[in-house]
């Protein structure tokens, strides 16, 4: 017994802080309709890192519209191909942090954006470093990223081309040392090769 009390301890060491801080994954899913006055409804949706995925359907259920409609992300972390009246499968994409506007090939002005915010640890206890998360093992829109944060008016870099899922900011003396009474934010993009990013996601804010 005492042997296997020891190994499940080691597991936890190995896993180390980036898997005590993953966000939960539930699903809270975003819908979003490709309608026939050419518009994306909603326009502009938002989900927490873990809430699930963005999920477009062409035509009100799913039926079908009466032009050809795609998405393409403009960036190309994702694109649903070619253009199409119908695609019965429905078109999905979960994101790690960014904001990620799109459009459709065809129709001038028919655009839409999606954003994803990153997350507190679930390893957060309310004081101290700041456990964050910014991609699962489940997202699909980057295989490195940018995160950032400020206490004030600018914005400093706290990882640049990481491909880590999370980190705990305030582990170590730098970037910065977490002091209680102040508020952190924080922002990620999502890459992919050396082109290829998002613009910077909805803020993540964290009172200490």
């Known amino acids: 017994m005492k042997r296997y009390w020891t190994l499940c301890v080691l597991a936890l060491m190995l896993a180390g802080p980036a898997a005590l801080a ?36 062409w035509g009100p259920g799913g039926v079908g519209t009466i032009e050809l409609h795609n998405v393409l992300q403009d960036a190309q972390l994702f694109s649903s191909g070619e253009p199409t009246k119908s695609d019965p499968d429905g078109f999905s994409v979960t994101a790690s942090a ?8 065809i129709h001038l002005g028919m655009e839409g954006d999606v954003n994803v915010r990153p997350v507190l640890g679930a390893s957060d206890t309310g004081q101290g470093p700041i456990p964050v998360a910014w991609a699962t093992t489940t997202t699909s829109t980057g295989d490195t990223y940018d995160v950032r944060y400020r206490t004030g008016k600018k914005w400093k870099s706290w990882k640049k081309d990481t491909s880590k899922l999370s980190g705990t900011f ?19 993009r999502s890459k992919s090769g050396n ?14």
């Open 195 to 208: 082109k290829r990013r998002s613009d910077w996601s909805p803020e993540l804010v964290v009172d200490r």
């Open 170 to 188: 305030g582990r170590n003396k730098k970037p910065a040392k977490v002091k209680s009474g102040r508020s952190y934010r924080f922002q990620a």
């Open 22 to 57: 993953a966000p939960a994954v539930s699903s809270a899913s975003t819908t979003i309709t490709l309608q026939n006055d050419n518009t994306y409804t909603p326009s502009s949706a938002t989900l927490d890192l873990g809430d699930g995925s963005f999920d477009w359907e």
């Open 98 to 105: 960014g904001s990620f506007p799109y459009f459709c090939q």
